[in-house]
């Protein structure tokens, strides 16, 4: 048969296969799709509500904009790890995911083991280990880190969620903040090169400005369709409210202002930290600080103004820093919140291939399950019987 015969002159310019025509002798089926599906796969344009997407989750993941959404993640992931390990010598490592319970603000999630009363806890953050690894001597490091906190549900919020995770030693923190928006730069002009980019540097706000201009510390200062503003000079500390006692208003490893670290032991609540916390059209996308690197200071701070009970659950790296630690300091971007900001705002559910519905549960694998009891014993527990 000659092939140049069954070439026609129209192509279906709509399709992505359109310049393609198939000539069919036969079909056999391969696997023949229910008769009740929850919703139509022929047209995926229909809305679907919010349980039937997560519960038939693969089936909605065949619908083209959720495909672009997942397809744009991956490009923004491979633009990010060019930016980070080709032009500017990151190296990724990957930090452990069972770690211990430590007092870092967040609920954690707790994995038992067979050793009757010893248990893990998923890691909030890489936090402690990034910090080990400058100890370490790799001055540059990045992740794409799994994260896991046991925290009340919001709809900009999951159980498990991936930042762009990275720390560098010797650094100040200009240097973090150039380096950030220089990757925010980079994503833009390599993943969406046709929309507006980004304006660097970003304008900056003082927390307490911030405050007191929008009484909010995630402003947002213009209409542009990408709005993205750095707030600096957190408060060190914060009291809290229902205890009254001091908290770290970021994580208890941020470092104090060079200019305040005599108030530390005299006024805590004046000392300004060496945070930062980068915000796009009114959202959080992100956070870092300096840290503590001197061992004295940690211990000081942990012991006396957190008033942590049990500070050897962090000897770790109280040994780690009096190995000589570098100054050190990093960030970490929301993965998830800042592909929900690049594709308009969307929904973080949208961004994620298989997410957490709104109360964390997993409505397509029907997670969190209740155990059998032999499996109960095996891990040591007793499960506590709801009052009647």
Known sequence: MDVSSLVHSKIKIDMPTGDVEVLVDNVEVLNEASQNLPFSTAD?????????????RPLYLRKSSTQDIIRLRSKVAMAARNYLETLHGFVDIETPTLFKRTPEGAREFIVPTRSPGKFYALAQSPQQFKQLLMVGGFDRYYQFA??????????????????????????TQEDIIT???????????????????PQIPFPRLTHAKAM???????????????NF???VDFPLFTRCPSTGML????????APQPDDVTLVSTSPEKVRGLHYDLVCN?????????????????????????????????SHLLKGLRMGCPPHGGIALGFDRLIAILCGGIPLTDTIAFPKAAHGNDLMCKAPSSLPQDVLDMYHIRVKKEDS
């Not at 995926?44 to 038939?56: A, D, F, R």
């Not at 896991?148 to 650094?171: H, N």
């Open 44 to 56: 995926l344009s229909v809305p679907v509500g919010h349980e039937l997407q997560m519960e038939y």
């Open 146 to 171: 799994r994260c896991y906190r046991d925290e009340d549900m919001k709809s900009d919020r999951q159980p498990e969620f991936t930042q762009i995770d990275l720390e560098m030693a010797f650094v």
């Open 179 to 197: 380096l950030t928006e220089g990757l925010v730069a980079h994503i833009f002009a390599n993943v969406l090169p046709s929309r507006p980019q």
């Open 212 to 226: 007191e201009t929008y009484n909010s510390d995630k402003p947002k200062i213009g209409e542009e369709e990408f």
């Open 229 to 231: 503003l750095w707030v």
């Open 247 to 254: 908290e770290s208003s970021h994580h208890p490893f941020t």
């Open 282 to 314: 009114g959202v959080e996308l992100g956070g870092g600080s300096i840290r503590i690197h001197d061992a004295v200071l940690q211990e000081y701070i942990l012991s006396n103004i957190l008033k942590v009970k049990d500070i050897g659950v962090f």
